[in-house]
């Protein structure tokens, strides 16, 4: 794993949109496309940024002027969407993505948070149970949550129920921000998944390798990672990542059947049965 990359992926000087964009040269950086940080790609964001700001220039109530961006944003350019039960892969790159207004919801979040930003508004990215989600502060007492690739927002009656969902004293649950690096392992973990689907098993690795350099020895990681190496024909090594995901999870049902194939197996023929 190069190094730099990894430091640039940590930093706090680069957002999250500019961490997304490093992680698409890392993983489609052998794309016939040609380079994905072309800038002039990404003009058209900086069009629906000016278009959000002419109209909102003139509205004084904060509440009122987040709902006209919203609006905007979602109706009039395209934003508003729907979930899928997998995003292409094409969803996963955020120049093309744009441009198609298909976008994968970290992706889409990220995009969103950057035009908000623009438009003078304070935005960040918080953790409400399931989903990742957008809170756009209107002023210092009034916040619209929203789904990114939706554009809904929660009620406070709604929002009650899924933070009655959380774990521990009701008391701290005060929303805080989350951290790019959990936002990174969410997009990494839905991209990887979607490459496994194609078969596209190369890359996928790729974004395990990431995932595990943010998120050392997940065992669910190692498993994938495992399988993934197993598929590109590197046994061996495989049978290390496996080993450790039976070790870690002894419960998980999958670690169940990998035990009993792990019993059966021949490292020096490079057969799993």
Not at 33 to 40: C, L, M, P, T
Not at 81 to 93: E, F, I, L, M, V
Not at 206 to 218: A, H, N, R
Request: charged share 25%; proline share 3%; hydrophobic share 45%.
């Amino acid at each position: 794993m190069n190094e730099l990359f990894l430091s640039e992926l940590k930093s706090v000087d680069k957002d999250l949109l500019q961490k997304l964009i490093l992680l698409e040269e890392y993983v489609f950086s052998d794309s016939a496309a040609g380079s994905v940080n072309d800038d002039a790609s990404l003009d058209s964001l900086e069009t629906i940024i000016n278009q959000c700001i002419a109209v909102i220039c003139e509205i004084e109530a904060p509440l009122e002027r987040a709902e006209s961006l919203l609006n905007e944003l979602y109706f009039q350019h395209l934003f508003i969407d729907r979930y899928q039960t997998r995003w292409p892969t094409s969803a996963y790159k955020v120049a093309e993505a744009l441009k198609q207004r298909a976008m994968s919801p970290i992706i889409k979040a990220a995009l969103v948070k950057e035009i908000i930003s623009a438009c003078g508004f304070e935005i960040d990215l918080v953790f409400i149970p399931n989903k990742i989600m957008l809170r756009l502060c209107c002023d210092e007492q009034y916040a619209i949550i929203f789904d990114a690739v939706t554009g809904e927002s929660l009620d406070w009656s709604e929002l009650d129920i899924r933070l009655d969902e959380l774990e521990g004293d009701p008391s701290l649950h005060d929303l805080a921000a989350i951290k790019d690096q959990v936002a990174l392992v969410e997009h990494l973990t839905a991209l990887k998944n979607t490459l496994i689907h194609e078969q596209t098993f190369d890359k996928a690795l790729m974004c395990v390798d990431v995932l595990l350099s943010l998120t050392p020895d997940d065992p669910l990681q190692r498993r994938d990672r495992g399988f993934l190496l197993h598929q590109l024909d590197c046994f061996k090594v495989a049978v290390d990542d496996y080993r450790y995901f039976v070790e870690q999870c002894p419960k998980d049902p999958a670690a169940k059947i990998l035990k009993i194939q792990l019993e059966k197996i021949d490292v020096g023929n490079t057969v799993l049965h």
